[in-house]
């Protein structure tokens, strides 16, 4: 109520105004042209820009001098009515003056020049200095760097037969060179020192913003075209980092805070313990590749990065719902505390403070503050129409800071988001209220809705792909991010004073940030979770058509109800997938199939029939959303055992897409532990899904159910290596199998002719075969003698498309082809399968040429 005791009215909401759009997307434009262009054409913009602005508002005063001389002896009462008609017509939608037109566009300029000045003056960073200079050169130098962002470690990535080792990388500012010759040069240069993985791998991750190193390096130009720093410093040795100067209060009290919710999470389940701290302050450091990669799948990844919505939820539980500051009645804890509304403001305005801090204050952290103090706009007022504005000043103030956030897919992702939110999703939440669909329901179907069509095609355009469980998966994970965030940041600020309090609270707040996890896990595990889509530019243009033309049919279709319970029926299908209809519409697998390859890229996956949805798998790939995609189609749920032929990183690496979600009984592997680091992930890998690990043994033999098998390579027990199996290739577990059919196999891992003539001196008698697996991806490395001795009718080779090895080499397909054999490969024709046997035996290629 009012001093008079009245009641306030509820606000009456006007057109959108929309004045300050037009500047913040100039700037926006103007600065994301000037990060990438020279150094001359953005002066001439800026003057340009400058030019015209001065030439508008010198149009916009002569015009208003006009108007206002119009009727000399009532100018006073002709400014007055002037701009109260203004006013007016601004408030109605109405057209204002023409001299204000040309003040907007005379705006609008001064914007882009400020965009471009910003965006020049920080490229000019990248090209100022000694350093672009030496990284053009690879030269060797000293530099003291200031480490300007959090540590990470770079992802694990195969290549060719062995995992990239992992590297710490770090954003920071090199303030002064040393160069080989002696040469001191002081400077300001944004870097990206890249510092190899060792024994001192934990003390760099635990390195604060901020803090100040001494290194030697070998500098090199950046990454890729674009990147917001002029070179990548290449860290000599795994030592520790040479500290010489400490971080500042401000980051050490984050980092305090940041480490204290990293123990107070400790005794959590996995999941919960890995992504309670990325809900809360965007720590990350847990995430693992596999659930990083349901996240993405699903579309929930704003969850693991510092968003507006984290700040919101917490100012949510102060202010209280949207419209409710401004009553009598308020909402929040503010009011049961005794806080005042303005007071309740400044404590808003502290919380959003505290939250920059303890996030850290990158560009993202400050975009998700000012999407978050948006918001609380949103919240204490309950005026929609003042939120657009907001939201350009927030943008026009944010890239003009940081101009390179005019480049961010990530910054364009979080505006379109906030505003779909602010435009869209309200007049969606009425439109389905007016349907009948319950209010909290509809506001959060409305959210969802308007978030996914709005950035589902900035995603397309990066990332080629299209989430056919987005909508589902944040609507189920939505109810579980407050609990989540609230209590996480609960023990956020106990941790520091009574850190059994915090380990209590962590542990409640687990029970939601578990939730959201198997949302995640559960929703990328669907078959059809994700479709392929055309990337770049055109293809989001595509998809925005699209939703476009779904939206105008749901206004405009007759019988809308019927048309629209009918999609849904279909899009279940297709993200579900039920084998039978599958196997119906798409033909694969082919019915009674015995053996397929599965194609991995370059790599190895192969499975063979045991019955039902059981098989024995040999090899796992590289990748392993990808084998995990080939059993899925298969319809295998079940691995009695699963052979790794050696431990190469195209055969391993894809470990874990085997072992999701099904029950695998052992895991069999070659007795040369060789490379040992994908050794030791193999045994990490089984030790924490608990498969136990078996060596293969000379002379082995299986049975299980049609299949029966015999390990015929290595012939030497493990320990007792010939010289035929020192290398990693030639040690290959190697499978001679029979089914009840009467087919043969021989599956050659990936022997090299050394170890491929000892195959032949250990079994003169190896008689031919009907199907092989062709060794080593089919490189020329074969030996004529086993392929004239085994003479096999099927010749299957896993390869990957456009691989650099040159695989499979035509040489070994003219040796197999002239032994009779049908020569089949996953690069051209994708996934096979052989079904039948002897004169019916057939081989069937998913990809359509087999």
């Excluded at 956020?492 to 009574?498: D, T, Y």
């Excluded at 050394?754 to 195959?759: K, S």
């Excluded at 003479?791 to 498309?801: D, E, F, K, Q």
């Amino acid at each position: 109520m009012n001093r008079e005791g009245t009641p306030f009215t509820p606000y009456e909401e006007g057109p959108t105004d929309l004045r300050l759009v037009p500047p913040a997307l100039a700037a926006w434009g103007a600065a994301a042209l000037a990060v990438g262009a020279t150094g001359w054409w953005t002066v001439a913009g800026v003057l340009a820009c400058s030019a015209g602005a001065a030439a508008l508002l010198a149009v916009a005063v002569m015009r208003r001098s006009q108007a206002l001389r119009a009727v000399p002896g009532e100018a006073s009462e002709r400014t007055e009515r002037t701009e109260r008609t203004e006013r007016t017509e601004r408030s109605a939608g109405g057209r204002p003056g023409r001299w204000l037109g040309a003040t907007a566009g005379a705006a609008v300029l001064l914007c882009a020049a400020a965009g471009a000045a910003s965006g020049g003056l920080h490229a000019a960073d990248l090209s100022r200095g000694p350093v672009p200079g030496l990284a053009a050169e690879y030269a060797r130098a000293g530099a003291e760097v200031t480490v300007t962002s959090d540590p990470r470690l770079t992802r694990p990535r195969v290549r060719g037969d062995r995992t990239a080792p992992v590297s710490v990388v770090l954003g920071g500012e090199a303030t002064r060179i040393e160069t080989s010759d002696g040469a001191v040069h002081r400077t300001r240069t944004p870097v990206l020192l890249i510092v190899p993985a060792g024994e001192a791998q934990r003390e760099w991750l635990r390195l604060l913003p901020s803090t100040r190193l001494r290194v030697e390096a070998r500098l090199s130009p950046p990454l890729r075209p674009g990147d917001r720093f002029a070179a990548v410093l290449r860290v000599d040795g795994t030592g520790p980092p040479r500290i010489t100067g400490p971080p500042s209060t401000v980051q050490r009290t984050a980092g305090s805070l940041r480490a204290g919710l990293r123990r107070a999470t400790e005794g959590l389940d996995p999941d919960a313990r890995a992504l309670l701290p990325g809900l809360v302050v965007g720590d990350t450091s847990r995430i693992e590749p596999e659930l990083s990669d349901a996240f993405e799948a699903t579309d929930l990844t704003h969850l693991l990065a510092v968003s507006g919505s984290n700040l919101t939820i917490v100012l949510l539980l102060l202010v209280g719902r949207p419209g409710a500051a401004m009553r009598a009645e308020r909402g929040g804890l503010a009011p049961r505390l005794g806080i005042p509304l303005r007071s309740t403001a400044l404590v808003g305005g502290g919380l959003t403070l505290a939250f920059v801090i303890v996030c850290r204050p990158d560009p993202s952290v400050l975009r998700a503050a000012a999407c978050g103090l948006v918001a609380l706009l949103a919240i204490g007022t309950g005026r929609r129409r003042s939120l657009i504005p907001a939201l350009a000043a927030a943008v026009l103030t944010l890239v003009l800071y940081d101009p390179w956030l005019a480049r961010s897919y990530g910054f364009l992702l979080s505006v379109l988001a906030t505003g779909a939110l602010l435009t869209i999703a309200p007049r969606w939440s009425e439109a389905l209220r007016r349907r009948r669909v319950p209010g909290r329901i509809a506001e959060a179907l409305a959210a969802a809705l308007a978030a996914q069509v709005v950035c589902a095609p900035v995603v397309a355009v990066f990332a080629a792909r299209v989430s056919l469980v987005a909508i589902p998966s944040n609507l189920l994970a939505e109810a579980a991010v407050a609990p989540a965030t609230i209590l996480g940041f609960a023990a956020l600020a106990l941790a520091p004073v009574w850190m059994p309090a915090a380990e209590a609270v962590a542990e409640v707040a687990g029970w939601p940030a578990g939730w959201i996890a198997g949302v995640a896990r559960t929703g990328a595990a669907l078959p059809g979770a994700e479709a392929a889509w055309p990337g770049g530019w055109w293809g989001g243009l595509l998809l925005a058509c699209l939703f476009g033309l779904v939206a105008l049919g749901a206004w405009n279709l007759p019988y809308r109800r019927r048309v629209a319970t009918g999609c849904a029926v279909l899009l279940l299908l297709v993200v579900v997938r039920p084998q039978p209809l599958t196997r119906w519409v798409t033909g694969w697998p082919p019915p009674g199939w015995t053996y397929a390859m599965c194609q991995v890229g370059q790599g190895d996956a192969t499975v063979l029939a045991a019955g039902g949805d059981t098989a024995v798998v040999v090899d796992a790939g590289p990748d392993p959303a990808l084998v995990d995609g080939c059993l899925r189609d298969l319809g295998i749920h079940r691995v009695p055992l699963l052979v790794l032929t050696h431990f190469h990183a195209d055969h391993v690496a894809g470990l874990p897409g085997v072992l999701r979600g099904r029950a695998v009984g052992a895991i069999q592997t070659t007795g040369l532990e060789e490379p040992p680091g994908q050794a030791a992930f193999v045994r990490r890998t089984a030790a924490a899904a608990g498969v136990p690990v078996v060596r293969a043994g000379p002379g082995e033999r299986r049975r299980l159910g049609p299949l029966e098998w015999r390990v015929l390579w290595p012939r030497a027990a493990a320990g007792a290596l010939v010289h035929e199996e020192s290398e990693p290739n030639d040690a290959s577990v190697t499978l001679l199998v029979r089914t009840t059919g009467g087919m043969s196999l021989l599956l050659l891992g990936d022997l090299e002719p050394p170890a491929q003539q000892g195959l032949l001196r250990a079994y003169p008698a190896l008689v031919p075969v009907d199907v092989l697996k062709v060794a080593h991806h089919g490189s020329a490395h074969q030996d004529p003698g086993l392929i004239r001795a085994v003479r096999p009718r099927l010749a299957l080779v896993s390869t990957g498309r456009d691989n650099p090895y040159g695989h499979p080499s035509p040489r070994t397909m003219e040796a197999l082809r002239a032994g009779g054999a049908e020569v089949l490969r996953t690069d051209r024709d994708g996934a096979i399968a052989v079904v039948g046997t002897g004169r019916d035996l057939v081989a069937v290629a998913k990809g359509g040429s087999g």
